[in-house]
């Protein structure tokens, strides 16, 4: 059957994703004009980073995904030469992420989040599938070596959530049970090698995960700060911009990585299902495209995408709610920054153009 | 295990990748609801634990502010004080309508359009939970009725906290100065750590000269707050050093003496001890009430004062540049001496004018009849101006120049307060540079009778009068005599670290030439201010000064009454007392007060009376001093 084809579908926007994120953007908002103290100043500066991110998704859309396969080698292999260079000359506090290039700030790992998927979806696409030893090694070689480079920074948060991506890819391409199970066993195996080769503040943020208390002010100050934020705010929260916890400057990062400990201060449990069920509409969503993509490039890179989007969701929550160690991944639309919020943003856009690029012949 | 297929299955491919897809729902499924049922846990299962928590543990580092020093005068007179002050403040998120409840307090308490403006914008940008201030500073009748009615506006209360205020107002402004609101352009200049619980600043005077010693340092406290952010407990507390207390050399009551004496003419009077440097009078009128600056002055009254042709906020005695008039001359006789262009005993023959050689010109003596064979002690207390236009032109400008920087005119005399002016002796090197003229033989003249480009502060001739009464001793004017460091530390500051190097004279006995001639002016037969010196409880010497504020042509007869105000000379009087061991050094200029000897000379010996009617009481102390 051919659908009538509306003007927003014409410019290759897919509706209810884009009113998702719309909604989500706006919750974000909503949170950070709390957490900021109330800045003006920080939500226009926001509001600016989501409409180039929109844009910036909008114009991805425009993009059909088999051209997006096509250059997604040459971005990462550009995004790899980056990592070399921010190590040799980066710049930022304690750990080099960022390069500075005067007009403009960049962080290249950044990048690698999704140049990596879109990368072995690529190569993985056009093989059999399930994949072969070898398309297995050389899909394992693409995620291993920027993710090798990005722990050298050091940012183990960031590394593993591109390394995740990557092997996402290759987890909905069809990987075997067997070979994850011994991947993990090997992993298991090889964490004291991981363990001695932290640097000293990872250490400390895995450990005050077991037990916080151990070090009240320091590594632990971040998680019992958090965690007293969440549990004070109750079923109902304390009520829009007057979670005491919050804005009593307890509470560390809050506008950044900990905002969501202000939304469940001042939202409560009632407030937080909103969110999650915001996610849960643009997670649906994007799943409901990966399983409709006609073509295994797109499928792979709808799931995958998608599926990092919830783990960044849930680390971040994780972190919060002191369930997992502090790494330092913002949420989604929600924390102030701007380079995660374009890249999620140019992630939904992937999502849209795989979407809107189908051929509507007969698809059942 | 199964062999993998070599070529592509499209449909096998799919349903792979469905049920990944299955699994991967399945999974973030569970993944949410471990966050859910950890949400769960902590904020319905736990959240009583937590609001406990929340409630506790809530340390805040606050810095206090240490308490400003006070100021007194020599004679124990509070100058400066640190006085209880109450302000209306509101804690916005314990107030239900603050704009309701500002418009109703606005009928019992009056509230200006600026206060408000203030406050509005003040409030936009704090926190729910601390004191915004509406109005600062009520009075005591504010008080009550806010009390009264408190019970009307919930969240709003009255504050208490310490004001600077300047008991004796006017009449010390130009001495203590004032502190204001610390500005941006201060926060350049502070340790801000220190000053961060501090609010105001010295901003001229002894005030801001000794704003380190005043301030003292900041001290700390660990509090607890509760979730409103009040305070529950002090659990730690490092009390902040209080300021220093100075005491000035400042007599207040010869202070208001002399303010008196000037009787609301506009004018300066600078009165110092000339053995220790310190200042006794430091007047200009009109002056400002100080205290209008402490809590933000009003734009309206500021621009009253800065647009004034009184000219209210501008310290005469400090910054105010004269011409000398006569009163140097004392000074140009002891340049010719030293000079040996002049003998004590020669004497000068005064037609009443004087012709440079080869010129048609003629300078005019005051006198225009003359006055005849004139020595040098004459030539002081008669004021002979062709005296000293011969001596002048016998020095030449640059030996005159170079004498008269020498007694201190023509630089700062490095008194302890900020601002003051250098004053101006010329030279043909100045007038190259500075006008891009050259130097006319008839200048010099003028400048030996203290007129012309010449200009000096009132502080400057109170100062070179002092080098006089001291024979050549040098001591820095200061207002600064000692302080009182906080925890026992008492400090004398020695007349020695005022010292400066000696004005030596070829022979001693030139100082008493100049001074003989100065006694002369007052309790001579002859002398231009005699009338001042009858009956004075001690002797003392002085010399009269007119300066011209408007060039009257050589040739025409002026006479002061039928000029008008503005244009009229201003009187000037300079003098010491007593003549052996001298205790005061006086300095007096009255703007277009007419004669020295009619106007200003009257006012420093009312000045020497009020000094020396204690001190012959108890002569003995004031010998020690």
Redesign the interface.
Known sequence: MVRPQSLLFRMHIDVPLIGAVLLMCTLGMVVLYSASDQSLDVLIKQAVRILIGLCAMIGIAQISPSRLARWAPAIYLVGLGLLVLVLIMGTGRGAQRWLDFGFLRFQPSELMKLAVPLTVAGFMADKVLPPRPRTTAVALMLVLLPAALIVKQPDLGTSILVASSGLFVLFFGGISWRFMRNCTILGLAAAPLAWFSMHDYQRRRVLTLFDPEQDPLGAGYHIIQSTIAVGSGGLNGKGWLNGSQSHLEFLPERATDFIFAVYCEEFGLVGVLVLLLAYAMIIVRSMQIALDAQEMFGKLIAASLTLTLFIYIFVNMGMVTGQLPVVGVPLPMVSYGGTSLVTILIGFGILMSVQTHRKFIADT | MKS??????VDR??R???A??LV??VF?AL??M???G???W???L??A???T??HEN?L?IVSLAPPRGLIYSRDGVVLAENRPSFSLAVVP?NAEDIGAAVRELGTLIELGEETLEQFSRELEFA???EHVVIKSDLTPEEVAVFSVNRFRFPGFSIEAGLSRHYPLGESMAHIVGYVGRISEADLETIDQADYRATSHIGKIGVEKARENLLHGSAGYQRVE?N???RVLRVVERTPPVPGADLYLTVDARLQAAAIEALDGRKGAIVALDPATGGILVFASEPSFDPNAFVNGISRSLYRSWSTSADRPLFNRALQGQYPPGSTIKPLVAMVGLEHGLRQPRQTTWCPGWYSLPGDEHRYRDWLRRGHGHVDMKHSIAHSCDVYYYHLAHDLGIQRLHDGLVRFGLGEITGIDIPGESSGLVPSAKWKRRARKLPWYPGETLIAGIGQGFMLTTPLQLAHATGIIAMRGEVLIPHFLDQFDGGNGTESVLTPEIYRRPSVQLRDPGFWDEAIDGMVEVVHGPTGTARRSGVDAPVRFAGKTGTAQVFGIAQNVDAKDQELPEHLQDHALFVAFAPIEQPQIAIAVIVEHGGGGSSTAAPIARRLIDVYFEGAVRDTDESIDG
């Open positions: 993998l297929p070599t070529l592509k299955d491919e799919r792979l990748f469905r990944r897809v991967a729902c973030m993944a949410a471990l966050i859910i950890r949400l769960v902590l904020q319905v736990q959240h634990h937590f609001t928590l929340s809530r805040k998120e926190r729910r939970f707050v979730a409103q952010g």
